[in-house]
Nanobody, 121 residues
Framework: QVQLVESGGGLVQPGGSLRLSCAASGSIFSVYSMGWYRQAPGNQRELVATITSDGSTNYAGSLEGRFAVSRDNPKNTVYLQMNSLKPEDTAVYYC???????????????WGQGTQVTVSS
């Protein structure tokens, strides 16, 4: 019913920048919070950043200042600008969206397929 398609991952040198995008589509009545998690090999999935429909943001403490989350509500799209990237930022990045599907009375959380970010020289 709802699909999230991510783009923007890749290989970048330490100190570089990347911008991830995630667009939600399908039978959407409304999108509430959106955001990003990441998972490095051998680690659990961890929060990166979230943003509500009115623009309130929340970051993992260690990432605020280097990462910035934003969204385009009419396009149901969330972005993650990543600056001053470090090798330890290497992970698969997953977007999510908390969505009210048309005709449903409760929200559901949907996930993107994940995009690889590799920070290496």
């Amino acid at each position: 019913q709802v699909q999230l398609v991510e783009s923007g991952g890749g290989l970048v040198q330490p100190g570089g920048s990347l911008r991830l995008s995630c667009a939600a589509s399908g039978s959407i009545f409304s999108v509430y919070s959106m955001g990003w998690y990441r998972q490095a090999p051998g680690n659990q999935r961890e929060l990166v950043a979230t943003i509500t429909s009115d623009g309130s943001t929340n970051y993992a403490g260690s990432l605020e200042g280097r990462f910035a989350v934003s969204r385009d509500n009419p396009k149901n799209t969330v972005y993650l600008q990543m600056n001053s990237l470090k090798p330890e930022d290497t992970a698969v990045y997953y977007c999510y969206a908390n969505v009210r599907v048309r005709g449903n009375r409760v929200n559901s959380v949907y996930w993107g397929q994940g995009t690889q970010v590799t920070v290496s020289s």
